[in-house]
């Protein structure tokens, strides 16, 4: 009887193990299978980018248009490394361009399907965080190892497809967004590595080496933008929550080096130039900007809870006095948010996470005033502190359920509504397919948005469908006639047209007078319009013979920005060339020839050499026409352009003597 109890006892036994093993098992392929499925999300929501054309605006200018983009030479990188993107420092951002055009040259899949792969290692990480915290001494739950993948995986899905990450993942640059959570992410993982290593006494050369990693990752995520700079914000509230005591003594110590490189970071954008100025924010120490500081943290929590209207462009929505009900609502928003901290206070891992949110949301939440005036980009990073939040509390809330079933049916609830933002965000990322969609959309969310009529405008014309850009540059002039803006690219468009029946001179001129009045004489790029406005109709008296009116046009271009050199060659031309000898003034022409030869920053141009040495020429300055007649032929042949070359070479021979074969001499200085 003994050895048949003996023989169930260890048949019990063996069942057990094996029961034990095959959990084990379940529990190590959890995490991967976890991780398969924030990559088959990432994938589904975000794949069909690869097809989608580049977003120009910002997008123009940094990338397409930016040379220094174009290759990895040692002077690009020299330049993007000294060299401000705006009015900012975004270095490691404007890299990972040039490492793009390196592999992918201007193609926009490329690009985009870059900012897929670091938004998907932005989520592993995120998942991984969740994983490492929820096994950390601070968070007590009964509950096993699958169902804190589980909760980790349907907090990292919310944060991998909610539609708020659309604009970062999908528009180009949204990256910095993007590459400042990675930095941020790889700072922290590497803190709670150096820690992990000092608890259990590793020694000191494996502490101090991951401190030095996290101090990496900081470096990277400030160079990414300055919102980096909140990573040692975030680390030391990490330490005072979960460190025995002393923790100043050790939170000093580990954070120090991220202190100073936040410090820099802060203070290279404090000190660099301003971001463009918008006439309809709030001064800093005003009633205004308290209002509207409420009133942003309000319209984030809404655009989180309920992002159905989302757009790429949002209009300020500044309250005027606290009895408004927005105001009233926000400051609701925020009495609800101190009550749930302060009933948080001893989950300390949900408590983290909440202020993870809050700490990353402040620097766009126009307490320091900002001139976009909120972005679903700036809620990237905070939606990380939201994900930690929700994956402990749903922990918390799986290890007070009783029953399996009841834990099935909140992983099924869960997984039900990953489904639902799969749907949501889908159709969000649609809307980014070209231009023209973008800024449909967001005329469909805010119809009254004058920026975004004209922006849908400026595409439009790109797109040659002028009438429909016509009628979105009125519509954006009806909400607000004096939109700089809109005046100036609508009075370009109507100059100088491609297509001559599209083309108004005289409403060109009268809208182009208007922008440089509403701009009070000061804004550049109204000036700079105008003049191209005025020469665009002197173009046009000139051919039609009008000689006179066109040398007023011309003259008036001058007066409106004296720094544009184009004016002053097209006047000199017209005053050394002019069929009509009664309006030829050689003199003239050589006073303004010169004078834009010094404005000129394209000193390489043939054609605006030509327009000097014709002047020249034409005042009877024989030698100073061969001259810089001679540089142009050196110029074109340098370039490669052979029939420039040999027709300066034929106006040498027209002038004289032939200056000698690879002649450098600049043109005289005026």
């Known amino acids: 009887m003994e050895r048949q109890s003996d023989g169930q006892t260890t048949g019990r036994e063996s069942v057990v193990q094996q029961l034990r093993s095959r959990e084990q ?34 997008v123009r200018r940094e990338v397409i248009d930016n040379s220094y983009v174009h290759g990895l030479s040692a002077e690009n990188v020299k330049h993007i490394f000294t060299s401000r993107c705006i009015t900012s420092y975004y270095p490691i951002r404007t890299l990972t361009y040039a490492i793009d055009y390196q592999i992918w040259g201007l193609n926009p899949a490329g690009f985009k399907l870059t900012n897929v792969l670091i938004h998907l290692a932005n989520v592993l990480l995120v998942f991984w965080l969740c994983l490492r915290l929820a096994g950390t001494p601070v968070q007590r739950s009964a509950t096993g190892g699958l169902w804190n993948v589980l909760v980790a995986t349907l907090a990292a899905g919310v944060f991998a497809i909610h539609p708020v990450v659309v604009q970062p993942v999908v528009w180009v640059v949204g990256r910095e967004e993007l590459l400042l959570t990675l930095g941020i992410l790889g700072c922290f993982h590497c803190h709670l590595t150096a820690r992990r290593a000092s608890e259990v006494r590793s020694g000191k050369r494996v502490v101090v080496a991951w401190h030095a990693a996290a ?17 040692p914000f975030l680390i030391t509230t990490w330490d005072l929550l979960t460190l025995g005591r002393p923790k100043l003594k050790k939170t000093f110590f580990a954070t120090f080096a991220l202190w100073i490189i936040a410090a820099i970071a802060i203070a290279a954008r404090v000190l660099g130039p301003a971001g463009p100025p918008d006439p309809t924010a709030p001064g800093l120490l005003t009633t205004e900007r308290l209002l509207l500081v409420l009133n942003t943290y309000r319209l984030n929590w809404l655009t989180l809870l309920w992002p159905m209207h989302l757009s790429q462009s949002y209009l300020w929505q500044i309250p005027r006095s606290f009895a408004e009900k927005d105001v009233i609502l926000a400051v609701a928003v925020l009495l609800l948010t101190g009550v749930v901290l302060w009933k948080l206070r001893r989950q300390t891992l949900i408590l983290f996470g909440l202020l993870w949110f809050g700490l990353a949301l402040g620097p766009t939440s126009q307490i320091l005033p900002h001139y976009v005036s909120r972005a679903d980009r700036f809620l990237y990073l905070p939606l990380v502190g939201l994900a930690l939040a929700a994956c402990m509390a749903l922990r918390l809330s799986a290890g007070r359920m009783n029953t399996r079933t009841s834990l099935i049916a909140a992983a099924l609830i869960g997984m039900a509504g990953l489904h639902v933002l799969v749907g949501v965000s889908a159709r969000q990322v649609q809307t980014w397919r070209d231009a023209i969609q973008v800024w449909e959309h967001a005329i469909s969310v805010e119809p009254e948005n004058q920026y975004a009529h004209c922006r849908l405008a400026d595409n439009l014309v790109r797109a040659g469908q002028f009438e429909r850009a016509y009628r979105e540059y009125g519509a954006a002039l009806q909400i607000d006639p004096q939109y700089v803006d809109a005046l100036t690219n609508f009075a370009w468009v109507l100059a100088t047209c491609e297509n001559p029946q599209f083309r108004d001179y005289p409403l060109a001129i009268q809208l182009a007078d208007r922008a440089c009045q509403f701009g009070k004489r000061t804004n550049s790029q109204a000036l700079r319009q105008a003049a191209i406005v005025h020469s665009a109709a002197a173009r046009d008296l000139l051919e039609r013979g009008e000689f006179q009116e066109a040398i007023d046009h011309f003259k008036t271009a001058i007066e409106v920005d004296p720094a544009y050199d184009l004016p002053l060659f097209n006047l000199a031309a017209l005053l050394a060339n002019c069929p009509d000898a009664r309006f030829r003034d050689p003199a003239k022409a050589v006073q303004l020839a010169e004078r834009a030869w010094e404005l000129t920053n394209d000193r390489s141009n043939v054609q605006r050499l030509l327009i000097l040495a014709e002047a020249y020429a034409g005042a009877g300055r024989i030698e100073d026409a061969r001259n810089t007649t001679a540089r142009a032929a050196s110029l074109a042949a340098a370039a490669g352009d052979r029939k420039t070359a040999e027709e300066m070479q034929a106006r040498l021979d027209r002038l004289g003597d032939t200056v000698p074969d690879g002649s450098q001499e600049s043109p005289p200085a005026p």
């Open 215 to 231: 101090a990496v990752c900081c470096v990277f995520a400030a160079l990414s933008g300055v919102i980096g700079a909140v990573a």
């Open 25 to 58: 098992s379940a529990d190590r392929r959890a995490p991967l299978l976890g991780g398969l499925l924030l990559v088959y999300l990432v994938g589904v929501v975000f794949f069909p980018v690869v097809g989608f054309d580049f977003i120009y605006m910002d």
